[in-house]
């Protein structure tokens, strides 16, 4: 059975920088998306950034470019989501979790596997 546990979130001002990090334990596909969600209260959760862990090829909602960078250290199991330039729209429960499809790497329905989430607050 997977296991996805998220670390890295917090509070910053409008600007400033976090970096998110997600342990993977058990096993997964060679070919498996891994990506980062994230939800407010009362709002569908929705995605952030992905990739599929064989072709390294990233994916991001139009809301982040430029401003996030996802990548995956194979070597520790290990996804990490760089935020930089954040506003306080970014402000949500951030989410690590696993498609072992590998395909729809930025939706949200192909995802079976979560973790529990960390919260990222920005303030003006």
């Known amino acids: 059975q997977v296991q996805l546990v998220e670390s890295g979130g917090g509070s910053v001002q409008t600007g400033g920088s976090l970096r998110l990090s997600c342990v993977v334990s058990?096993?997964?596909?060679?070919?498996?998306?891994l990506g980062w969600f994230r939800q407010v209260p009362g709002v569908e959760r929705e995605a952030v950034a992905a990739m599929n862990i064989y072709t390294g090829v990233p994916e991001y909602v139009d809301s982040v470019k430029g401003r996030f960078t996802i990548s995956h250290d194979k070597a520790r199991n290990t996804l990490s989501l760089q935020m930089n330039s954040l506003q306080p729209d970014d402000t949500a429960r951030y989410y690590c979790?696993?498609?072992?499809?590998?395909?729809?790497?930025?939706?949200?329905?192909?995802?079976?596997?979560w973790g529990q989430g960390t919260q990222v607050t920005v303030t003006s």
């Open positions: 058990g096993y997964i596909p060679g070919r498996a998306c």
């Open positions: 979790a696993a498609n072992f499809n590998g395909f729809w790497c930025l939706t949200y329905a192909a995802y079976k596997n």
